[in-house]
């Protein structure tokens, strides 16, 4: 069986995880499927990534979370859209593109005509 579980990771008395996909039976240590993410708890607040596309691949496959990825995947909205993806909806309607947040400000009137001095 596969299961989706954290990998302990950092200094002494200083943890950071990785979300692994691995064979259930492997090591603690042992080599992993696939990374699809990190959680950091030392921050503040925790930081939490997931590859959502991955997640929900890996999820879709039959592979089975640990209750502490089950937490965090429920916390990032996952294992919601995971149920929708059950029941139906298509995995590009759950997955949305990564958009730009802030778009570039329009340069000044004589920024531009630096530009084009410099050009010639």
Known sequence: MVRI???RVGAKKQPSY???????QAAATGRP???????????EPETT???EDRALYWLGVGAQPSDAVL???K???IMEKFARLRAGESMDDLVEPASPT??????AAGEDEAATEEEE
Do not use: C, D, F, Y
């Open 33 to 43: 499927i696939e990374t699809i993410g990190h959680h950091n708890p030392r921050t």
């Open 71 to 73: 937490r965090l995947l």
């Open 18 to 24: 990785r979300i692994v996909v691995i064979k259930s």
């Open 5 to 7: 579980r954290l990998r």
């Open 75 to 77: 916390n990032q909205g």
């Open 102 to 107: 802030e778009e570039a400000p329009p340069a």
């Open 49 to 51: 990534v997931i590859q």
